[in-house]
């Protein structure tokens, strides 16, 4: 069974820092694409940023690009996100997400999520 | 980046209609277009993948059609367990992006 778990959440003051991780099982790790995408409360979906398999390669969204970075450790399974500079607009669920492979970028299977506040 | 249009941002409909979701690009996209079902307080669930192909396990009640521009998803006959908050996402192009999403409710 796919299973992914997103911790690292929590409060932090604007400007702020806070990694968030993904631990991952049910599948080949190494093998597929990851995402992480955040909700904030009550509004829509916004994705946020990917990486490759062996994470050489890394795409960010424009409102988090120089702020945020992604990777991954293979052999631990783990995915991250370390999140600089936080602003209050980043406050929302962040979800990590493999993708569908195939040559389809889709986020396919979710975690269920780490609430970040950034609030002072 | 490419904007996506999703309409109506809410419906609400009786168990056993059929429902009809509609999302546009703002460029094309081929059938670079995805659907996903999420419900409160969970994670979105993959529906459908490149416009109408359906994901493993899900019911056939779904189904998706479109390419270029203007999509839809097709819900035949709604169901209690249907009730969710419906999102389109095209993957042309980065970055990824999603309509606003579309909110079924019970009548």
């Known amino acids: 069974e796919v299973q992914l778990v997103e911790s690292g959440g929590g409060l932090v003051q604007p400007g702020g820092s806070l990694r968030l991780s993904c631990a991952v099982s049910?599948?080949?790790?190494?093998?597929?694409?990851m995402h992480w995408v955040r909700q904030a409360p009550g509004k829509g979906l916004v994705w946020v940023s990917r990486?490759?398999?062996?994470?050489?390669?890394?795409?960010?969204a424009d409102s988090v690009e120089g702020r945020f970075t992604i990777s991954r450790d293979n052999a631990k399974n783990t995915l991250y996100l370390q999140m600089n500079s936080l602003r209050a607009e980043d406050t929302a669920v962040y979800y990590c997400a493999r993708d569908f492979g195939t040559g389809a970028t889709i986020p396919h299977y979710w975690g269920q999520g780490t609430l970040v506040t950034v609030s002072s | 980046d490419i904007q996506m249009t999703q309409s109506p941002s809410s419906l609400s409909a009786s168990v056993g209609d059929r429902v009809t979701i509609t999302c546009r690009a703002s460029?094309?996209?081929?059938?670079?277009l995805a659907w996903f079902q999420q419900k409160p307080g969970k994670a979105p669930k993959s529906l459908i993948y490149a416009a109408s192909s359906l994901q493993s396990g899900v019911p056939s009640k779904f189904s998706g059609s479109g390419s270029g521009t203007d999509f839809t998803l097709t819900i035949s006959s709604l169901q209690p367990e249907d009730f969710a908050t419906y999102y389109c996402?095209?993957?042309?192009?980065?970055?990824?992006?999603f309509g606003g999403g579309t909110k079924v409710e019970i009548k």
């Open positions: 990486i490759n398999s062996d994470g050489s390669s890394t795409t960010y």
């Open positions: 049910g599948f080949t790790f190494s093998s597929y694409w």
């Open positions: 996402q095209q993957y042309h192009n980065y970055p990824l992006t």
């Open positions: 460029q094309g996209i081929s059938n670079y």
